[in-house]
């Protein structure tokens, strides 16, 4: 894939607002301009058919050379980027996964988004410690090797900043899914279910609340409630199988699934139990959302059902002038399982079932296709999720109309994009 794009969601995108009934006016031709960027290049013509190519010529490494692998040198553009205008302070900083290049239901550990207060801490796992004390018969102090000795589980869950697509409250803003939506990641954890630690301390009856605390030098805070403990939370410190990316919190995260990223604490050093939610500096009146009225909704735990259209997309342009298309995106649910995803290819008119792929597992990113023969007349191509407890996810309108547009957390709104007939592809907003 030769196309150059820009990547970056920073310099020069103002709201997109308007912007579409302007294109479709004008037939999209005088948003066509710079299709023929969407040829395919050649790196080398004397490595094409029938000459023999660069790479049969000459022996390649050996072994020993990449003993950690990486991707191709081909796939340098397949990165975590940030947006300047964001965030870009060692405080405060978030970079977002780069969904439109990504396919299945699984991220891969280099791309998983990372959201930091406080920068990464680097711990040595030989002084690594895990306190829970507060409401408990027993306090305890786990090495990272007590952990381990016990049962451990899989599974596979989405983590979803609850800030993801908060830009896009006010109008089509970001011009690309990595930016939109690239705030979530889903790796297969491995892990303890934190009930068999709080087991182990013995919750004493009026024990309802948990703070999870972090050793970065945020030392971020949040509250669990009792119930979500003893339900699905995880005491993770493996992800895809390797240990925790520093990134993500090595050596042990916290892992609430279905629940807003800000929970998942990372770099977990304390857990205390008390009779009541924690007052927290910054964080839990952060994620709050402040409705039209000036009130505010608090303890938003859970990821409403969402979709995303990552290919095409405003980074992954179709190359192609029409006929066959694969159209792919992503779904995921913090109720449960994907129970179905709709695509629209005009604009939410009219709706088709879209291929469920591969594993659909409890609150983890689901994979989805759909595949049309496109005549190269401009699309206005929409998806929307449907959970296993019949939530449907709702338009952008919708969602306003509830909650205004205060808000910057858990915007689950549908998203469109744009195609016009070169291929090309823009963040838009059909009402
Ligand atoms: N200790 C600690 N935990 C943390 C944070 C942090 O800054 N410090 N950020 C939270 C936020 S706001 C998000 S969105 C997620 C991001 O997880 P990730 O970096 O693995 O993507 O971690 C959460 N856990
Ligand atoms: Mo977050």
Redo the contacts with the bound molecule.
């Keep these: 894939m030769g196309n150059e794009t820009d990547g970056r969601g920073g310099g020069g995108i103002a709201s997109r607002r308007g912007f579409l009934k302007a294109g479709l006016a004008a037939g999209g031709a005088a948003l066509a301009g710079g299709g023929t960027a969407l040829a395919r290049e050649i790196g080398n013509p004397d490595n094409l058919p029938p000459n023999v190519p660069d790479w049969s010529r000459y022996l390649g490494d050996g072994v020993a050379v990449r003993a950690y692998g990486k991707p191709s040198q081909y796939e340098g553009h397949v990165i975590r980027r940030d947006v300047e205008w964001l965030t870009a302070s060692r405080e405060?900083s978030?970079s977002f996964t780069p969904i439109h290049e990504l396919d299945g239901p699984i991220t891969p550990n280099g791309l998983?988004?990372?959201?930091?207060?406080?920068g990464i801490?680097e711990i040595d796992p030989r002084d690594y410690r895990l306190i829970v004390h507060g409401l408990v018969e027993k306090p305890l102090v786990f090495t990272l090797e007590d952990l381990k000795r016990f049962p451990r589980v899989n599974h596979a869950y989405f983590?979803?900043?609850?800030?993801n697509s908060g830009m896009e409250w006010r109008g089509a803003q970001l011009n690309g899914c990595q930016f939109t939506h690239g705030?979530i990641?889903s790796v297969m954890y491995t892990g303890i279910p934190l009930r068999n630690i709080l087991a182990e301390a013995g919750v004493k009856p009026n024990g309802k609340w948990l703070l999870l605390?972090?050793?970065?030098a945020?030392?971020?805070t949040?509250s669990v409630p009792i119930e979500k403990a003893l339900d699905d939370v995880l005491i993770a410190y493996r992800m895809n199988g390797e240990m925790l990316r520093p990134?993500?919190?090595y050596p042990v995260?916290?892992v609430v699934p279905g629940w807003?990223?800000?929970?998942?604490?990372?770099?977990?050093r304390r857990i205390e139990i008390g009779d009541q939610p924690w007052y927290h500096r910054e964080?839990t009146s952060k994620?709050t959302d402040l409705l039209e009225d000036g009130s505010a909704r608090k303890f938003t735990f859970v990821m409403d059902a969402k979709s995303v259209i990552t290919s095409p997309s405003p980074q992954m342009p179709l190359n192609h002038p029409r006929g066959f298309t694969v159209i792919s995106g992503l779904a995921w649910s913090g109720r449960g399982k994907i129970a179905g995803v709709d695509v629209s290819i005009d604009g939410g008119r009219n709706w088709r079932r879209a291929r469920l792929d591969g594993p659909v597992w409890n609150k983890a990113l689901t994979r989805f296709y759909f595949e049309f023969d496109w005549d190269g007349s401009p699309l206005l191509l929409q998806s929307r999720a449907i959970d296993e407890t019949g939530y449907v996810q709702p338009t952008k309108d919708e969602l306003r109309k509830v909650r205004g547009v205060n808000s910057i957390y858990h915007n689950n709104g549908i998203q469109t994009w744009h195609v016009m007939s070169s291929g090309e592809v823009e963040n838009v907003e059909v009402s």
């Design positions: 405060s978030v998983c988004f990372e959201r930091h207060h406080g801490a983590c979803e900043c609850a800030a705030m990641h605390e972090g050793a970065d945020a030392g971020m949040r990134e993500n919190g995260r916290a807003e990223a800000n929970m998942w604490v990372k770099w977990l964080e994620y």
